[in-house]
């Protein structure tokens, strides 16, 4: 069992930047594909950045690339996502997601294919 703990959301001017962390609780992090998604209310959970076990590759949604830029450190087992020149419809709750390497080929980008899921972070964007 992995547990999951978002933390670094809040309220931020359009424009402005944010670092949301996500800290786990397992002693093999470094086997763990990790994802963000987030939810806005009345809306589905959608993908956002995932990152491969080694850091090697990372993926984004079109909706965030060139802003957001995630990354992982495995001796402290976080992931990062770096937020900036942030949009009002950015705003959700963020939430950290890991699977296993039993789950490769489930497809990063959708929801399903995590097995452990954060509490969520809530991101305010305001114009």
């Known amino acids: 069992q992995v547990q999951l703990v978002e933390s670094g959301g809040g309220l931020v001017q359009a424009g402005g930047s944010l670092r949301l962390s996500c800290a786990a609780s397992t002693r093999t992090f470094s086997s763990y594909f990790m994802g963000w998604f987030r939810q806005a209310p009345g809306k589905e959970r959608e993908f956002v950045a995932a990152?491969?076990?080694?850091?090697?590759?990372?993926y984004y949604a079109d909706s965030v690339k060139g802003r957001f830029t995630m990354s992982r450190d495995n001796a402290k087992n976080t992931v990062y996502l770096q937020m900036n020149s942030l949009k009002p419809e950015d705003t959700a709750v963020y939430y950290c997601a890991a699977y296993d390497k039993s789950g490769t080929g489930r497809g990063y980008s959708r929801p399903a294919a995590y097995d452990y899921w954060g509490q969520g972070t809530q991101v305010t964007v305001s114009s």
């Open positions: 990152i491969t076990w080694s850091a090697r590759s990372t």
